[in-house]
């Protein structure tokens, strides 16, 4: 099977991790400083937050942020997204309330942000949904006009760049994941990144439990005490996993080469075909190509969007669905009732989307192999003809 996404791990990052392994600190260690120093560094950032996985980013920044410390808060969250964007708002006891997407890119509607905006809201979270960066500069002005914080959920943008400023800069906290299929890998893992360093100073307080101090900085002091002022979690990245996401890190700008130039090549490829429409890249953006998502017409090929994803696993080829809108889950709907129609550029979208293959091993072959199977599922395999 061919999946959608696949992680690259060359014999530096093994090295690197067996390293980690002969030395002194297998957690708490050098290694988280040195990796969450080269990730501010790369994201253009000063302060960056190394955490145990993209959901505990999200959390870290709504605690930093000092989300839901009044009641009945609202965070503003895009509806097509992964579960976690919407459940950080959850764990801080504020309500995500959805906003609808562009029906070009899928990318969170500025418009409708402002429209869902109360006297109750208190946050704007933006996914840049398969690796486009949203439109920040449309966000950054309402969240201005109404004092709100921005957040950006970037699991899918890591080496995207807008306005030729990395992704990272755009928001008031940006969070990353680390987890395999993404663009980088530390196994598990996640990132949050700020130009704040008292909140940055805060999140690390919040990844150990709310206590102040880490282990290795008492034994440095020779001390015993220390203080819990917080209520945190156990959100620590270990230096084997900073380790490899290390070595990682200095190959990301190669990897979002690659995943461009196939994306580039999917373009040329299924620009011949009449039943698949691709999502736009805006001006201005690099797009990281976390995803390369199709939208399939179930009218011009005479197939759904179901049955042509079960062809296509039939088929060997791992496509995917990202994602259903998020209200329609059984706990949204238990929890916040039934909120069907209320975002219907999502609704019509998650009919159609299919997420296929993109990873930094893929070979041109593959690339064909893909198409070719999309083009033989489609009931009139019939190439658009070149305008004249
Ligand atoms: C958009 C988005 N947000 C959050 C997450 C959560 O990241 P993690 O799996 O590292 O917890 C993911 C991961 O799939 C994601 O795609």
Redesign the pocket.
């Known amino acids: 099977m061919l999946p959608y996404g696949k992680q690259t791990i060359g014999q530096d990052d093994i090295d690197a991790v067996i390293e980690v392994l002969q030395s002194d600190w297998l957690t708490t260690g050098p290694k988280v400083i040195e990796f969450e120093s080269q990730f501010a560094q790369t994201t253009g950032v000063s302060q960056a937050v190394a955490v145990s996985?993209?959901?505990?980013a999200?959390h870290c920044a709504m605690f930093g942020a000092g989300i839901g410390k009044t009641e009945s808060e609202e965070v503003i969250v895009p509806s097509i997204?992964?579960v976690?964007?919407s459940n950080a708002a959850i764990y801080q006891g504020a309500k995500p309330v959805f906003a609808d997407v562009d029906p070009k890119t899928l990318l969170i509607d500025p418009d409708d942000v402002r429209r869902k905006i109360t006297s109750r809201t208190t946050a704007i979270v933006a996914?840049d949904y398969a690796g486009q960066p949203c439109d920040y500069e449309a966000l950054r002005a309402i969240a201005n006009e109404y004092n709100l914080v921005l957040i950006s959920?970037a699991?899918?943008s890591l080496g995207g760049y807008l306005d030729e400023q990395p992704i990272g800069t755009h928001a008031d906290f940006t969070?990353f994941?680390?987890?395999p299929?993404?663009q980088i890998t530390s196994g598990?893992?996640?990132m949050v990144v700020t130009h704040d360093a008292p909140a940055a100073a805060r999140m690390r307080e919040f990844r150990n439990h709310g206590i102040t101090t880490d282990f290795r900085a008492r034994e440095k002091l020779a001390k015993h005490q220390y203080a819990m002022e917080s209520l945190g979690f156990n959100y620590r990245l270990t230096d084997i996993q900073c380790a490899l996401g290390l070595s990682q890190l200095s190959k990301l700008a190669r990897f979002t080469r690659r995943r461009n130039d196939i994306a580039r090549f999917y373009r040329v490829l299924l620009s011949e075909v009449e039943h698949i429409e691709t999502l736009p890249t805006r001006q201005g953006v690099l797009n990281a190509h976390h995803l390369f998502v199709i939208k399939w017409n179930a009218q011009l090929s005479g197939v759904t969007r179901d049955k042509a994803f079960k062809a296509m696993r039939e088929r060997g080829v791992g496509v995917n669905v990202h994602y259903q809108p998020v209200y329609q889950h059984p706990f949204y709907i238990r929890q916040f009732g039934d909120q069907n129609g209320s975002c219907p550029n999502a609704e019509a979208a998650y009919s159609q989307i299919l997420s296929l293959p993109i990873f930094p091993g893929m070979i041109e072959t593959d690339v064909r192999r893909v198409v070719t199977e999309l083009q033989e599922i489609g009931k009139f395999n019939v190439p658009k003809r070149k305008a004249a």
Do not use: P, Q, R, Y
């Not at 996985?53 to 505990?56: L, P, V």
């Open positions: 996985s993209g959901t505990a999200l997204t992964f976690a964007t996914m959920d699991c899918h969070c994941s680390l987890h299929v993404k598990e893992g996640g």
